[in-house]
């Protein structure tokens, strides 16, 4: 019986947001998430790693070991041990451990700490902390107007690939292997580079041609950064006003 309302205790202030205990658990470990990645993101440094190497790799454990006990109670007293083991949850909260025992284990693997940011994940289920309600819906609004829109972007972006395949291809006829359009996936992949407005650089067109087709590439870069954001803008402006889908 007493073990019973030992694991309800613990199970109300790590899984629940009921009672001061409960909150402050949440805000604590929101500070131990933030301080543990903030230590391994400064351990990557090499001036710093190499100056307070030690003092970071102590701090690690220290908050290895916390989120180890932590890990422990939520298994200990959830309702449903396995679904939480093996839940999305379950298995970041592992991820946040788990590296810091296999740089112990392997030596030569001391690089899987950085995995240890995936700690920051978990930073979402603390959200209802602060009663996050309104940027919760407005995450719900935006996942919602991002489904709706799906039929019409990947509609958009087939299309777009098509013409880079063309105006690739037109580009590697055009240009050819002596102005480094050695091959038609290069000659693809540049135009997806111009058309998406990265341009790296490393190949560039050399005729009076290309160079026209390269431009008219650069201005239709504009339209497709305009095009999906005015198909999602509207999903939300339907889903904020429901009236306007009568």
Do not use: H
Not at 1 to 15: T, V
Not at 58 to 80: A, D, G, M, P, Q
Not at 112 to 127: G, N, Y
Not at 169 to 190: A, R
């Amino acid at each position: 019986m007493k073990n019973n309302q030992l694991k309800n205790k613990i199970y109300n202030i790590i899984f629940t947001t009921n009672g001061k205990y409960a909150y402050l658990f949440d805000v604590w470990l929101l500070v131990f998430i933030l301080l543990s990645c903030l230590a391994v993101i400064l351990e990557s440094v090499p001036s710093i790693g190499l100056e307070y190497g030690k003092t970071l790799s102590v701090i690690e454990w220290f908050f290895t070991i916390i989120f180890t006990v932590e890990y422990i109670l939520r298994i200990y007293s959830s309702k449903k041990t396995w679904k939480y083991i093996f839940s999305w949850w379950g298995i970041i909260d592992l991820l946040a451990i788990l590296p810091t025992y296999i740089s112990v284990l392997f030596p030569g693997a001391e690089t899987v700490t950085v995995l240890l940011d995936i700690r920051i994940l978990r930073l979402i289920r603390v959200f209802r902390v602060f009663k996050l309600k309104k940027y919760i819906t407005g995450g719900n609004i935006m996942m919602i107007a991002l489904d709706k829109s799906r039929p019409k972007i990947l509609a958009f972006v087939l299309f777009i690939l098509l013409v880079a395949v063309v105006l690739g291809s037109l580009m590697y006829v055009i240009e050819g292997q002596k102005n480094g359009f050695d091959t038609l996936p290069d000659s693809i992949y540049w135009a997806i580079v111009t058309l998406t407005t990265v341009g790296y650089g490393d190949v560039v067109p050399v005729t009076i041609l290309g160079k026209i087709i390269a431009t008219f590439i650069m201005i239709l870069g504009y339209g497709i950064i305009a095009v999906p954001t005015g198909i999602v803008s509207a999903e939300i402006a339907k889903e904020n006003n429901p009236n306007s889908n009568k």
